[in-house]
């Protein structure tokens, strides 16, 4: 039986920006971890920038030194799978490729005690295949922290096939322990969150080809409330992951919604860490300036898309993108891949930027009134077909005046 007590000491692989976030929040809470990458000197790295995040934080006074020296000296690194045979937790934190994440959890399997917890990053693969490639699926779940692994408080606590109920509650316990709002999800593609994200991007693009421009869907966003709008996200994200994964999958250009995308990571803008993507951004600043040439550029590619453009209000950018995720959300309840409305709102709270005081899109939904939501859903399906069919959940609660919390 796993419990929160038995989990003293924690391994984490991956010497990558979430390797190294994930690495401080166990720290920062007390953890000894051990720190595996194949590649000596991007722990070395690692551990430099790790230091200076500290250093920053003594300079502006949130702990003193003795405290900063404490939490870099529960950090060990090794290039060594044998030196993970005592921890109680690995977290894999590697990129999104399942073929390397099998092998880590075949020598994860082997290396480490039978008691240990195996938890993969992973933001969108099968849970379940991946813990195929151990004998102890029981004992494989989704620990999904989000970019600052360090600062975003939102965790996914993913539940495979097989995942016993006392390692779920276990990595709960430890997700609040390390500062977490901790979320059990079920094992679908994306998951909660980033299963939801899939279609309020998808509308984010669209209208973009329709006529708006990305500095008007996020001002729009924004303007709504969302802590940061979706074109100013994929530029801190970096717009070239989805482009090189689209190139790894031999996709080509992919749809039109991408090539604006595509043609950015062709120029080399990659987003802020290259100084510029759908925005400028002046050296050192992270500050996101409007560039009217990527308007220009989104003009363009529409055209070449076959794109009639028009205007589009921001009325209309805060419907289609809101309404998407919602619709989405009810799905995800329908499907039971969520435990509750309330969770689902936690996540967009704690790891999207939803706005607090709307309580989440599901709440949000609920201040609506759900016949109204479904109406608008309805008039989008006519018009614009398959994407905008309505979940049977939401039909079944605003057919029959119920709400989704309460």
């Given amino acids: 039986m796993a419990s929160f007590e038995d989990i003293k000491k924690v391994g984490v692989i991956g010497a990558g920006t ?14 000894p971890v051990v720190w595996l990458d194949v590649n000596a000197e991007m722990l070395e790295k690692g551990l430099v920038e790790i230091d200076s995040v500290y250093k920053r934080s003594v300079a502006q006074q949130r702990f003193d030194e003795a405290e900063a020296k404490a939490r870099l000296g529960r950090i060990s690194t090794t290039q060594d799978y044998a030196d993970l045979k005592d921890v109680d937790l690995v977290v894999e934190a590697v990129y999104e490729n ?16 039978p008691s240990a917890i195996l938890a993969t990053n992973t933001s969108y693969l099968d849970i379940d295949e991946i813990a195929s490639a151990t004998q102890r699926p029981a004992q494989v779940l989704g620990l999904h922290f989000f970019s600052p692994a ?37 094992n679908c593609h994306g998951f ?15 209208v973009v080809l329709e006529g708006a421009t990305p500095w008007q869907v996020d001002q729009a966003l924004q303007g709504f409330g969302m802590a940061m ?9 970096g717009v070239d992951l989805g482009w090189r994964s689209r190139q790894l999958a031999g996709l080509g250009r992919g749809e039109p919604i991408v090539w604006l995308d595509n043609r950015l990571c062709e120029m080399g803008r990659f987003g802020q860490k290259s100084g510029h993507g759908f925005y400028r951004y002046e050296p050192g600043s992270r500050q996101a300036i409007h560039d009217p040439e990527t308007d220009m550029m989104a003009r363009e590619v529409a055209e070449e898309a076959g794109y009639t453009q028009r205007e589009v209000s ?56 759900l016949d109204v939501v479904l109406e608008q859903i309805r008039t989008f ?20 005046g119920e709400k989704f919390i309460g």
């Fill in 314 to 369: 921001n009325e209309e950018i805060v419907q289609r993108c809101i309404l998407a995720l919602i619709n989405e959300g009810a799905r995800i309840l329908d499907e039971g891949f969520a435990e509750s409305a309330e969770d689902i709102d936690r996540v967009y709270r704690f790891g999207y930027g939803f706005p607090a005081e709307r309580g989440g899109p599901m709440a949000y939904a609920d201040s609506l009134g």
């Fill in 18 to 31: 979430m390797g190294r976030g994930i690495v401080m929040n166990f720290a920062n809470a007390g953890y």
């Fill in 150 to 186: 360090h600062i975003m408080k939102l965790l996914e606590v993913v539940r495979g096939k097989a995942t016993a109920q006392d390692v779920l509650d276990a990595c709960l316990a430890v997700g609040k322990k390390i500062g977490k709002e901790a979320v059990l999800a079920g």
């Fill in 229 to 237: 709008g979706p074109y100013r996200m994929y530029d801190v994200v």
């Fill in 98 to 113: 399942m073929d390397l994440k099998k092998t880590i959890f075949a020598e994860l399997d082997k290396a480490t005690k």
């Fill in 192 to 206: 909660i969150g980033n299963r939801m994200l899939s279609m309020y991007s998808r509308q984010s693009r669209e």
């Fill in 381 to 400: 399906e006519a018009e614009r077909g398959e994407f905008w069919k309505p979940a049977e959940g939401l039909v079944r609660r605003a057919e029959a």
